[in-house]
T-cell receptor
């Protein structure tokens, strides 16, 4: 079975531009979460979506937004890109909101801002 | 690919030895913990999880120990192999939802 898939794998943008990152969860998984991982650090939680509704939001500015589609895939949008947005953006999926269900991660999108 | 483990604490072990990776978590209300392995250029890979009502859980070659009194988590890897070389993260969750808070990470290097 396919794992979590993310596209694109790499992306280069300039300051002020916007970007859309895409994620397809594992088949049967209804919850998708987004994380930002800066080099040398652990992932930081950005958003969680379940059944197309936002269920959690981390400490990120309003320039970051996301949505989930009826097929449970998701997009992360970042506007007005800053140099500090350069990071690995990870998507994780799980079956639902039950308390002991592990999240499974994709290999991420490496975003570089010039 | 780029190294995930820049400036991270490093644990070096000989192939075949046992490895113990430690993690101090921050929130006494955390109810669920996960260990992830991250290889260079890859996303975090699920290793093992444990609920807060447990002290120990075993998987294949791995054991997780939870000490809630001192808010400490450890991952033990038996008979460490070169393929175990990676950055290891512990993650905690508080309450409902799926928000995970990750620790700093430890770089494990297996020497032949």
């Amino acid at each position: 079975d396919a794992g979590v898939t993310q596209s694109p794998t790499h992306l280069i943008k300039t300051r002020g531009q916007h970007v859309t990152l895409r994620c397809s969860p594992i088949s049967g998984h209804k919850s998708v979460s987004w994380y930002q991982q800066v080099l040398g650090q652990g992932p930081q939680f950005i958003f969680q979506y379940y059944e197309k509704e936002e269920r959690g939001r981390g400490n990120f500015p309003d320039r970051f937004s996301a949505r989930q589609f009826p097929n449970y895939s998701s997009e992360l949008n970042v506007n007005a890109l800053l140099l500090g947005d350069s990071a690995l953006y990870l998507c994780a999926s799980s079956t639902g909101l039950a308390r002991d269900q592990p999240q499974h991660f994709g290999d991420g999108t490496r975003l570089s801002i010039l | 690919g780029e190294s995930v483990g820049l400036h991270l604490p490093t644990l070096s072990v000989q192939e075949g030895d046992n490895s113990i990776i430690n993690c101090a978590y921050s929130n006494s209300a955390s109810d669920y913990f996960i260990w992830y392995k991250q290889e260079s250029g890859k996303g975090p890979q699920f290793i093992i999880d444990i609920r807060s009502n447990m002290d120990k859980r075993q998987g294949q070659r791995v054991t997780v120990l939870l000490n809630k009194t001192v808010k400490h988590l450890s991952l033990q890897i038996a008979a460490t192999q070169p393929g175990d070389s990676a950055v290891y993260f512990c993650a905690e969750r508080v309450g409902g939802g799926n928000k995970l808070t990750f620790g700093t990470g430890t770089q494990l290097k297996v020497e032949l």
